[in-house]
């Protein structure tokens, strides 16, 4: 399931959002992304925001095949910015510190899952 706020039993305690309805949620906050959201154009803009803020090599590490470089909550802030962890912590129900932590343990792995090719989505789709 791509959309959403869900259960996760696996998170310890508490309700959890699971990170693919965070990360479709961030698609639609940062920018245009549809339903398809995080597929279509949205992971493109959010790469994009990480080069903007001096850590696209982190991101592309993420994108391309290979080890996923790590990045600390701080530096995510600085890339997605205040007013999206706003709203992303009030659709959520979660604090700035819990998305940051979250988002920095899990993004890098979410968005390699995302490029299986080594490639945004709509790389490889104009590639055909």
Same mark, same amino acid.
Request: charged share 20%; net charge neutral; no cysteine.
């Given at each position: 399931? &791509? @959309? @959403?706020?869900? $259960?996760n039993p696996t998170a310890g305690g508490g309700q959890s959002v699971g990170m693919a309805g965070v &990360?479709? $949620?961030? *698609?639609?906050?940062?920018g245009s992304a549809s339903a398809g959201g995080i &597929?279509? !154009? @949205?992971?493109?803009e959010l790469v994009d925001r990480f080069k $903007? *803020? !001096?850590h696209g090599e982190t991101a592309e590490s993420w994108?391309?095949? !290979?080890?996923?470089?790590?990045?600390?909550?701080?530096q995510l802030e600085q890339a997605i910015g205040p007013?999206?962890? %706003?709203? &992303? *912590?009030r659709q959520t129900g979660l604090s700035r510190e819990e998305l940051l932590a979250r988002l920095s343990r899990e993004l890098p %792995?979410?968005? %390699?899952?995302?490029?299986?090719q080594g490639r945004l989505p709509a790389e490889a789709d104009s590639s055909r």
């Open positions: 399931m &791509l @959309g @959403g706020v869900r $259960q &990360l479709e $949620q961030l *698609s639609r906050t940062i &597929l279509s !154009g @949205g992971l493109a $903007q *803020s !001096g994108v391309r095949t !290979g080890p996923n470089k790590p990045i600390a909550p701080p007013e999206v962890l %706003d709203t &992303l *912590s %792995d979410a968005v %390699d899952r995302y490029t299986p």
